[in-house]
């Protein structure tokens, strides 16, 4: 059967008026008012504590720092100068040569890193052990017997370590061994234990035991109702955090545990079906990109710098990601890294893999935004507005929290407030003014260093929040979905009324003008109720 023209033309019409619609709608996508999925397909143990309950010896992960002091000598294991000599057991006071990091082999099996970054090594001179070794292998892998606090450490092939009465640590305690104070045991301080990232997760576990407890995990933390929920409270985007490994999928290398990738495939398909769009946030580079556990470091160091293989292996996933979700109409833009470590990444490698990046996806979409993040310790995010990432729909994304920085500390209320209302205002003025790249808050959270606020304080604050990001030219994203630490859980805020979005919704630039001056004078007025006793402004 032959359609009539009329009846062609007529569906041509419709075709012609639902793209004329759909441009409507992409274009009437006003900024980004949206919530990060932190803590799903890269895991943070703050955010879920539980996540970490099962996993034995679960106190010496991966970069957990431990010291080790000879209960007979009374002297803690040191490795001189960070490394490269023999191991001696003479110092009074621990610092950094006597503390070591741990990477976890199994269980009850360790190897021990130097602050230079070497391992303690059986494989020298006499029986002696030094801190020589620049890759661990069996002979720099050690059997930790606990008991409380003092452990006895032996070599895979039974025999004991000691500290002789020559200050030396020497692998040749063949006796029976108690617990006692003999010279083969040492009393073992935890030092820092606080990366609880994907990493230590799956090594913790093991494979099999982590395949489980992250599939029962990615299934439940996000799902199809919190995408309906943001849609229904206006929040139009979601910045999804994904770790390097996802462009390995199925058969990411370990211990990262495969199965983020159909998770992320599931997120666009919510996201379509609620009405709401997706930045991939590639929130975990390999070798890490800041030391931290949301980088998925393995023991704090930042090494994705040192290596142009790991890079070029970052270019590779954001290449895997543009070719797979470019033509997605749920795909807004791609952020290129996450919190780069200023003390770490120079500028110019960091700018050079922006500008690659930017090339990379601009093959696969002339329209996908391009999200470079700002650095994170000492920088100035004017470093990323006069860069030259690439011409069209750049974003630079920087993150603002009230909290990790002593200036926060003693911050009262009024005070906290102030200092959006004034210092972040200005500065996101400033970038907006700069006739670069659009700007993006992508991570902010109604919490601060503040003991118990009460809840008016809270909606004040993130009242606030909310009116001075909004002037961001891109918009904002908080931090984040959920999370067991309820203030900064973004449901729970809403849907215990600490962040009042329904008028801040509404708002646009010109609005803050008139709310801005209004928030301060009635915060004036509140003074006694806000006031927290701390510090007086
Ligand atoms: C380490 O100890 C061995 C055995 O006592 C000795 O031969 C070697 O010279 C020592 N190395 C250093 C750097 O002190
Ligand atoms: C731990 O040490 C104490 C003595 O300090 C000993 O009585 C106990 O049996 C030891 N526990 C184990 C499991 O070895
Ligand atoms: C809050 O302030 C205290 C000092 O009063 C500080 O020790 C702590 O690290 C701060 N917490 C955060 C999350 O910034
Ligand atoms: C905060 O509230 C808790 C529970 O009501 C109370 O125990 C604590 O002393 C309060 N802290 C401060 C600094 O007021």
């Not at 000598?73 to 006597?98: F, H």
């Not at 609880?196 to 599939?215: I, T």
Request: proline share 3%.
């Amino acid at each position: 059967m032959e359609m009539s023209s009329s009846c062609s033309q007529r569906l041509l019409a419709l075709v012609v008026l639902f793209l004329v619609f759909l441009q409507c709608f992409v274009n009437g996508f006003d900024k980004v008012r949206g919530v990060n999925l932190g803590g799903w397909l890269v895991v943070e143990r703050w955010i879920k504590p539980s996540l970490f309950d099962g996993i034995p010896n679960g106190d010496l992960l991966d970069g957990t720092q431990v010291q080790l002091m000879s209960v007979t000598l009374q002297k803690y294991v040191s490795a001189a100068n960070g490394g490269g000599t023999n191991v001696t057991v003479d110092r009074d006071i621990p610092s950094w040569w006597e503390t070591f990091k741990i990477w976890r082999v199994s269980e009850n099996k360790f190897q021990f890193r130097c602050f230079g970054g070497q391992f303690l090594t059986s494989q020298s001179e006499g029986n002696i052990i030094s801190a020589t070794a620049e890759t661990p292998t069996v002979s720099e892998t050690y059997i930790v017997e606990r008991n409380n606090t003092r452990v006895h450490i032996k070599l895979l092939s039974g025999i004991y370590l000691q500290a002789t009465e020559e200050n030396q640590l020497t692998a040749d305690y063949v006796d029976e061994l108690g617990w006692d104070d003999n010279a083969a045991t040492f009393e073992m301080v935890i030092y820092a234990n606080n990366l609880h990232g994907d990493y230590q997760l799956a090594n913790g576990y093991g494979q099999d035991k982590a395949k489980e407890v992250l599939k029962k995990h990615r299934n439940t933390f996000v799902t199809a109702e919190d995408f309906s929920f943001l849609s229904q409270h206006g929040m139009n985007t979601v910045r999804i955090p994904v770790g390097w490994w996802i462009a390995e999928d199925p058969n990411p290398p370990a211990p990262f545990i495969a199965g983020t990738l159909d998770f992320l495939d599931r997120a666009f398909l919510w996201a379509r079906i609620y009405n709401v769009r997706c930045i991939i946030d590639l929130h975990a580079a390999p070798g890490s990109q800041n030391g931290m556990e949301h980088s998925a470091s393995r023991d704090g160091s930042v090494n994705w710098p040192l290596s142009q293989d790991y890079i070029s292996q970052s270019l590779n996933v954001i290449e895997f990601l543009s070719a797979r979700y470019a033509n997605n109409p749920a795909l807004l833009g791609i952020e290129l890294l996450n919190e780069p470590s200023a003390s770490s990444i120079p500028i110019d490698v960091l700018v050079s893999y922006y500008r690659s990046g930017y090339q990379i996806i601009r093959k696969y979409s002339s329209t996908v935004y391009v999200i470079v993040c700002q650095r994170i310790g000492n920088a100035d995010p004017m470093e990323l507005f006069q860069a030259s990432i690439g011409d069209e729909n750049v974003v630079v994304d920087v993150h603002y929290y009230n909290l990790f920085d002593a200036f926060f500390a003693n911050l009262n209320p009024i005070q906290n407030i102030q200092f959006i209302y004034d210092s972040r205002r200005t500065q996101l003025q400033t970038l907006d003014s700069a006739n670069g790249p659009l700007l993006f808050v992508g991570e902010w959270v109604n919490e601060w260093n503040v003991t118990n606020a009460s809840q008016m304080q809270y909606q004040m604050f993130g009242r606030t929040q909310l009116e001075v990001y909004d002037i961001a030219s891109f918009g904002w994203s908080y931090w984040t979905i959920k999370n067991e630490e309820k203030h900064w859980d973004f449901k729970w805020n809403v849907e215990n009324k600490y962040l009042l979005l329904s008028n801040s919704m509404k708002n646009s630039v010109d609005k803050l003008h008139t709310i801005g001056p209004t928030i301060l004078a009635i915060m004036l007025a509140c003074r006694g109720s806000l006031y927290d006793g701390k510090t007086t402004i």
